[in-house]
């Protein structure tokens, strides 16, 4: 079952070490890993939000090798999920094609305590009723302020279990995110 | 609080795309990410199985600068992740270390249909027990048959949502199977 949920990583507005609002560089892997996160739960579709030209020539090139070029033939599997991923300039032309008409409902991740307005399992409800939902995801040291105070609301963060340190990856914190907003209720399995 | 989980990331024996068994290369991220994950969810070591020389030295040197070099200023928390990371030769020197003594558990992950004997329930239990257990995961195509066939355990895989499609990163896997074997019961909050 697909579900009405999009992804976007986010490269502008993101932030750096010291707090200041910078777009950030791709990383290979956060291109593939998280697009193989949406192809196996279903997610729509994965924008990559990417204001710089350079950069967004440097993932069609990527894409290029594994849709038409001999990534296709060396692993089909990569080309299915990379199918998924879309490069668009500004976060705005995600959100026009999320919500097809109307706007969908933004949902914001931040590993920082303190901001969150929604529990795991209400985004699970969220994300299961149907509504259009786009999940944004920060690169760098996170999402802007500015760009959480527009969402309508911001997930609770994953919790370590030792401590306060929960230094994920992006690429980490987004496949045990969507594990839990869509991933199969394994834990009522008998 | 810390678990008594250890994680080993197998270069050998796994086997590649056509099944024939292979000491894969390393993945610089597969370093920082595990090695990240490990830290949040306090597994008490992530050992790096690679029996190629050059490729430990490789691993060896990167440790070094996050430990010692520009990188341990530059970002403290990749220093603290890796601090958990050992690179060893082969797998018998990491279940000597993980069992202290006694064996421990090993559980072998596997994205492939029926062979599993582990639900993720049985294995949370498992983990939360006290015994000490060591969580296998192959990289290339996965753990070689030899060395399943030698496991206490083989996890279930992870389910995809749409249809079969469940190929996840080495990466991606780690992270959502550690946060069910770990993770806070987010699902049972109110």
Chains 1, 2 share one sequence.
């Not at 200041?20 to 291109?31: C, P």
Request: hydrophobic share 40%; proline share 4%; with cysteine.
């Amino acid at each position: 079952m697909e579900s009405n949920l999009y992804l976007a990583l986010v490269h502008y507005p993101v932030i750096n070490k010291e707090g200041r609002v910078i777009a950030s560089s791709i990383t290979n892997l956060d291109l593939h890993d998280i697009a193989r996160i949406c192809r196996t739960y279903g997610i729509r579709r994965y924008f990559v939000v990417q204001p710089l030209r350079d950069q967004r020539k440097l993932i069609e090139e990527l894409l290029e090798y594994w849709q038409n070029g001999y990534g296709r033939v060396y692993n089909p599997d990569r080309r299915e999920a990379l199918k998924l991923l879309r490069v668009v300039p500004s976060l705005s032309v995600a959100i026009e094609e999320a919500g097809k008409g109307e706007r969908p409902l933004l949902i914001a991740t931040e590993a920082r305590l303190g901001m969150a307005n929604l529990s795991f399992q209400e985004g699970r409800e969220l994300v299961n009723s149907g509504r259009s939902v786009l999940l944004l995801f920060g690169t760098a040291w996170g999402l802007a302020p500015k760009l959480l105070r527009e969402c309508d609301y911001i997930l609770e963060p994953i919790k370590g279990r030792v401590d306060e340190y929960n230094h994920l990856s992006v690429r980490s914190a987004a496949a045990i995110i969507v594990d839990r907003l869509l991933g199969e209720p394994w834990w009522q399995r008998i």
